[in-house]
C-alpha cells in the first residue's frame, strides 16, 4: 500500500448503544490528531440494524442472533473493500460486543491497517500469531472493572487483557 493510501476507520460500539447516539465515537472522531500521512474518514456503524435502532445485550446471547449480527457485519466488510479497493486503509475502532465482532471478522480472513480495542468483549486467549497477516498494529484497552456480563459470556478480553502476546498486539490496563 501506498503511503498516502485513503484510510477509513470504521468504529463499532458496543450493545445497547445506537450509533447516533455514542458521544465517545464523535468525540474520538472531532478530537483524534489528524495523520500527517493521510487523513482519515470515519464512520460510526450501527451493527443492530438502523442507525438509531440499539442492539438488546440479552439478544446476542442467542448464537443464531449472535451470528446473524456477524454475518451481516461479513457482509459489510466484504462490500466496503469491494467498493473501496485493496489499496485502502481499513482501520477498525470497537467496543465491548464490537470486539466480539472484530475477532470473528479475523476469523473469517479480514485484514484490518490498525485494529483498537476498548474494553472488548471477546476470548482473552485469541491467536493473533494465527491472523498477523490481517493486521499491521493493534491494541486492547483494558480495565479489572470491565463489567463481564455471565450469561454472555464472549470472554475476559476486557478485564484481563490479551493473554495471547504478540510484537503487533499491545495489550494496555487502563
Not at 6 to 28: M, S
Not at 33 to 61: D, F, H, M
Not at 159 to 168: D, N, R, T, Y
Amino acid at each position: 500500500m501506498s503511503d498516502r493510501a485513503r484510510h477509513i476507520c470504521i468504529l463499532l460500539h458496543g450493545v445497547e448503544t445506537a450509533a447516533g447516539e455514542i458521544t465517545w465515537a464523535e468525540r474520538l472522531a472531532l478530537t483524534a490528531p489528524q495523520q500527517v500521512i493521510c487523513p482519515i474518514e470515519w464512520n460510526a456503524r450501527s451493527y443492530g440494524g438502523l442507525v438509531l435502532s440499539k442492539t438488546s445485550a440479552l439478544a446476542t446471547w442467542f448464537g443464531s442472533y449472535r451470528q446473524g449480527l456477524v454475518a451481516r457485519e461479513r457482509e459489510y466488510f466484504r462490500e466496503l473493500r469491494r467498493i473501496v479497493g485493496p489499496d485502502t486503509h481499513v482501520s477498525i475502532v470497537a467496543h465491548s460486543f464490537g470486539g466480539y465482532i472484530t475477532l470473528e471478522l479475523l476469523r473469517s480472513g479480514f485484514v484490518f491497517h490498525r485494529i483498537v480495542m476498548i474494553a472488548p468483549a471477546g476470548d482473552e486467549n485469541f491467536d493473533w500469531q494465527m491472523h498477523e497477516r490481517q493486521f499491521d498494529l493493534g491494541w486492547v484497552y483494558w480495565s479489572r472493572n470491565d463489567e463481564v456480563i455471565p450469561w454472555a459470556y464472549y470472554g475476559k478480553l476486557g478485564a484481563v487483557g490479551s493473554a495471547q502476546k504478540h510484537p503487533k498486539v499491545q495489550s494496555i490496563e487502563t
